[in-house]
Each structure stands twice: as structure tokens, then as C-alpha cells.
């Protein structure tokens, strides 16, 4: 709690993650050390409250006033490490690629990665911390914005419907089709998918 005080805020990183529970695409943190004049503080919140709308526009002004660094880990990463450890490296990455460097990070949840500076977790963070709610903000809008693009690419499944969550259409496009090059192969139901796929099913 000392560090966390001796650091002020325009040089605290609040740090977050979009997408661990997908069974596709990767998972994408953010960091975002917000200015003492940022002009939209009292707007953000967890960005699961807000509106797609709300948040691209928020996102928008983030990206604009704060600084901000992204963090991804592929589906491939996912299947070797495993959800929680490479969601920890998605963090890492997203806060050592914040500039300058941050003096303290605000970390959402119960853990902390491994970081280039002291850090707190901080559970509920998205939601009463204002560089975190910036930082959920980011990594979900960044990794709604790679699940629609990846739709183009491999199409059938909807991901830019349902960014890679499970549900019925999505279960059923993955009997039909089998896993896709960005499906998470350790998530029980790809694996499911994958094991009883044959090209038969496409017809």
C-alpha cells in the first residue's frame, strides 16, 4: 500500500483482460496510465456495463489522452501454458509496453503477472478503479475488433457475432466444420469437436 501511495496516478498503470473465457481467438490485456486531466474519468466503468457503442467511443478518447500498451496471447499460447498463465503473459506484455514506463501497476483480480514494476491485485478493479475500467476497456474493444476481422478469414463460425464464446451456434458450426486455425484445441469443447470431426460432417 505504500508503493501503491508513494505513485501517483498519472503514473499508475491499471491493467486488465478481455477473453479468458472464449473457446477462440486470443486473449488480449491492456494497460493504460491515465493522465491527471483526462477528459472522460468520469465516464469509465467495467467495460462489460457499457454499450459496444459507448465503449469504441471511450476507447477512442483512451487511445487519444492515455498511454496505453497491448498485450496478446494466440490460441497456440493458450493450449501450452494454459488460460492463466497465458493471460499473465498478456499482462506482462501490456504493461512493458506502456511508455514511460509505469511507477505502479493496478492489476484486476487476485494475481499479479510478472511486472517491470511494484504492483497490486485488485479485485473488482474494472469496476472502482479508473486506469483499470480504461484498461478493460481497451483489451475488449482490441479483441472485438480481432474477432471480427478473423470472421472474414474464417467464416462460418460467427465470430463476429459471438467473438469466439461458446453458445448453441457456435457448438454447432464447430461440429460442422471442425476447429478453426484459432479455436483453443485444450478447451473441452473444441476438443470434443476436433476428435469427432470428419469432412463428412460438411456435407
Not at 487476485?110 to 491485485?121: F, I, S, T, V, Y
Not at 478473423?150 to 467464416?155: E, G, L, S, V, W
Request: include cysteine.
Amino acid at each position: 500500500m505504500l508503493l501503491r501511495l508513494s505513485a501517483p496516478d498519472h503514473l499508475t498503470a491499471g491493467v486488465d483482460e478481455a477473453g479468458r473465457g472464449p473457446l477462440a481467438g486470443p486473449v488480449v490485456a491492456a494497460a493504460v496510465v491515465l493522465p491527471s486531466d483526462f477528459s472522460a474519468r468520469e465516464a469509465l466503468a467495467d467495460s462489460k456495463t457499457l454499450t459496444a457503442k459507448r465503449r469504441e467511443a471511450l476507447a477512442e478518447i483512451i487511445w487519444a489522452e492515455a498511454c496505453v500498451g497491448v498485450g496478446i496471447a494466440e490460441p497456440v499460447e493458450i493450449d501450452r501454458l494454459n488460460i492463466l498463465h497465458a493471460t499473465m503473459a498478456a499482462m506482462s506484455r501490456a504493461v512493458e509496453r506502456v511508455l514511460p514506463c509505469p511507477l505502479f501497476a493496478l492489476v484486476d483480480g487476485n494475481r499479479l503477472p510478472r511486472l517491470p514494476c511494484p504492483g497490486e491485485a485488485v479485485i473488482g478493479g474494472d469496476g472502482t478503479e479508473p486506469a483499470i475500467s480504461a484498461a478493460s476497456i481497451i483489451a475488449k474493444t482490441v479483441r472485438d475488433r480481432i474477432m471480427t476481422e478473423a470472421c472474414a478469414r474464417h467464416p462460418g463460425y460467427g465470430f463476429a457475432r459471438h467473438k469466439g464464446y461458446g453458445g448453441k451456434a457456435h457448438t454447432e458450426a464447430l461440429m460442422r466444420l471442425g476447429p478453426s486455425p484459432i479455436h483453443r484445441l485444450s478447451y473441452a469443447p473444441v476438443r470434443l469437436a476436433r476428435e469427432n470431426f470428419t469432412p463428412m460432417n460438411q456435407g
